[in-house]
Each structure stands twice: as structure tokens, then as C-alpha cells.
């Protein structure tokens, strides 16, 4: 959890960074997963799911590390729930398992970006703490 009110400007640049660099990184590690499970080592996702997945694991990480950060975790095993119900109701029965491992994937990535912003802005007050018990 984040003190929201004890942030400087460098805390408040690293948290507001980890958003962008999420958004876009979580894609290429999604896919790449995704495309080992279907067995299909390329670059490629069924275009069938493909852009839905897209937008959900976008969202999915915007709330990741909104909540992390808010130390709202409670909320995360509710999406996490949420997800694995409406995985269930796709006829294909490949779909719950490739969407699920997507999830996976998508929310272990999110939580691990959220834990190593945190860990740096805690670094940084740290850091500035001790040089100005120095000074």
C-alpha cells in the first residue's frame, strides 16, 4: 500500500510511470504465453478473441495496480473470480483454460509491476531520508 498523501514528485513520477510501462509490456508477455499454450509458437492469437482479450487485460491492469497500490486486495480475488465465472461460459473448451492462463499471466505480471513500484518508491524516500539525515 501506498501513502498517497507522503509521496514527492519523484514518487508520484515513478507511480504514474508504471501505468504506461505496464500498459505496454503486459501485451507481449500475454501473447507469447498465450501463443505456447495454443501450441502455436509464433507471434499470433486467434483474431476470434484476440482484441476483447486485449481490452480486457488492459482494464485488467489498470485495476491491478490501481488496487495494489490502494492496497485494495480484496478487490483483486473479486476480478480474479469474476474472470474464471465468464471463462466458463464459452462453448469452445479450449477458451477457459487459454483465457484463464491469460489472466494468469496478464494479473501475475500486474501484481509484480505494482510490487516493484512500490519497492522503488519506497527505495527513493528511503534515499532521501538518509541523505537529509546526512546533510
Not at 510511470?17 to 501463443?35: A, E, F, K, Q, R
Request: proline letters at 2%; charged letters at 10%.
Amino acid at each position: 500500500m501506498i501513502d498517497f498523501s507522503s509521496l514527492d514528485l519523484s514518487g508520484w513520477l515513478i507511480l504514474l510511470t508504471s501505468y504506461p510501462v505496464l500498459w505496454m509490456t503486459s501485451g507481449i508477455l500475454v501473447v507469447h504465453i498465450g501463443s505456447y499454450i495454443k501450441g502455436n509458437e509464433g507471434n499470433t492469437v486467434d483474431q476470434q478473441y484476440g482484441r476483447a482479450g486485449k481490452v480486457v487485460g488492459k482494464c485488467e491492469n489498470f485495476l491491478v495496480l490501481t488496487f495494489v497500490f490502494a492496497g485494495e486486495f480484496t478487490a483483486l480475488a473479486v476480478i480474479f473470480a469474476a474472470e474464471g465465472v465468464i471463462s466458463l461460459e464459452y462453448p469452445d473448451t479450449h477458451y477457459p483454460a487459454y483465457f484463464l492462463s491469460g489472466t494468469l499471466v496478464n494479473f501475475s505480471y500486474s501484481i509484480a509491476v505494482a510490487m516493484l513500484t512500490v519497492a522503488a518508491i519506497r527505495f527513493g524516500q528511503d534515499a532521501i531520508s538518509l541523505i537529509q539525515s546526512c546533510v
